[in-house]
């Protein structure tokens, strides 16, 4: 299954009589090896971070590291409480619920990117509504997710799903559009009507800009994620109630995308026009800034896990997670300890950096910490612990994803130039490696190989993962010049043993290193 078209999905659903969560569980477990029930259980295990936000956030108040936001989604869940709302008081609860978990991301709690840290309070808030309704099983609800993920890996392959890309409409809206969807299976509906509510959900929501109020992950985003939380509840109705998307929702997907395109730089998550541009976003920027709070081509989506994921400490599933990824990739290929970085950002990373925590977030991973590691908002401190200097430029660096860093590190013994951009819900992609024009994202094991340039390098690395029950998913190779230095990375599905390493250089004298890269 590619999940490049919704109409392929759904009519290989109907033709196997089968749902779309269940093609999506087939997939993973062929893909990555594991049985079913192991599959299963890590979304049961993503389904509880989210569970655990959504009651953090209504039943006290959680307030952000700023001070901006906070205690909306504890005030929102006890006025539901009092029965006088015009929206149905348990309607009013899903909102309180995405309030939240957005909430618990502002203060850098423990979150899951669905598919952004941006848009991370959509899908947990109408699942665990749903939960609460009594009307389905907690078995049922993460059954479900595999149906997000899966419409959730179609949006992303054929459109996008960072803000800085596509707006608001990529983050927010994808979460919507999955969500609906995602309600629609799970109340029995056809793999045709789910296709309605992601149609009928995300033409709602084209258009939509991403300009967060000093750069944060706060205004107007909360308050977005809590609105369409209840949108993709609607949107779900409608379609199981037999209304159509007339506009099939494919073509819907494509208009959002080539809408992102149009969008001007300031409304796509730069914090610099729409409601960031206002008098009162500029001096609430100021004010937040001020108080130094930073001292604390489209990517091929295959994996459940890359939608409903990573686990994270916010509150930016690009900006950080991504963030903290790059620097883990980089401190991975020095290969040693680092004493000194220099970030040199462009873009939307620049201009937000300090904002969303992406200072800190790049630092973690120098540092070698994860995307869910709580010492995340100390990374300053850690790297002083760690005798580890850094610095941080702005700077073009050219035509690349907005959101892109080139990161120099340096250890006892050598330096190395990581050009990297993180595309989008924790994803990241390298663009080039010490000068050498080398993409390749670490989410496979990744074999990072200098050697010289030889005839028959290639033909050989291959013959050796193949007779060792190695199945190679990409291979690039550069070099310097005829028979000078070359660098080759090769992704490989399997687990890589340490012995592999050893293996090579023993069979492929020209070898001179071989790093294992691969991210969390």
Known sequence: MSFTSLKELIELADQEKT????????????????????????????????????????????????????????????????????????????????????EVNAAMGRIVATPTAGSAGILPAVLVHALDSGKFTREQIVQSIFTASALGLVIANKASISGAAGGCQAEVGSATAMAAGTLVELAGGTPMQVGNAIGIALKNSLGLVCDPVAGLVEIPCIIRNGLHAITAQAAADMALAGVASVIPADEVIHVMHEVGQQMPESLRETGIGGLAGTPTGQKLKEQILSKKTSGLGPAKYQSAYEIIGPVMVGPSSSHTAGAVRIGNIA?????????????????????????????????????????????????????????????????????????????????????????????????????????????????????????????????????????????????ANERSKINGAAITICEIDNKIEATLSSLLKKEIPIIDEIVLVQTN
């Open 19 to 102: 749902t779309i969560s269940e093609l999506m569980i087939k997939t993973e477990v062929h893909q990555k090896g594991y049985p079913r029930e192991v599959i299963v259980e890590k979304m049961s295990e993503q389904f509880t971070v989210m569970e655990e936000a959504v009651r953090r956030g209504t039943l006290s108040p959680v307030m952000s590291r700023t001070g901006l936001t906070g205690g909306d989604g504890n005030r929102l869940y006890q006025y539901a409480k009092d029965g006088n709302s015009f929206v149905n008081p348990a309607t009013l609860n899903a909102a309180a619920n995405a309030f939240a978990v957005s």
């Open 331 to 475: 401190r991975q290929l020095l290969n040693e300890n680092p004493l000194y970085v220099k970030f040199s950002l462009t873009g939307s990373f620049a201009e937000t950096y300090q904002g969303h925590g992406t200072d800190l977030a790049l630092l973690s991973g120098v540092l070698g910490l994860s995307t869910m590691d709580e010492g995340i908002p100390n990374a300053k401190k850690i790297a002083e612990e760690n005798s580890l200097q850094y610095e941080f430029t702005k700077r073009v660096l050219g035509s690349y994803h907005p959101n892109t860093v080139l990161v120099e590190l340096t250890g006892a013994s050598r330096t190395v130039k990581v050009l990297a951009s993180s595309l989008g819900g924790g994803k990241v992609e390298v663009q080039e490696f010490d000068d050498y024009p080398l993409k390749f994202s670490g989410e496979r094991p990744t074999l990072v190989i200098r050697h010289t340039d030889r005839t028959g390098f290639i033909a050989e690395l291959s013959r050796i993962l193949y007779q060792n029950g190695f199945n190679i998913a990409r291979m």
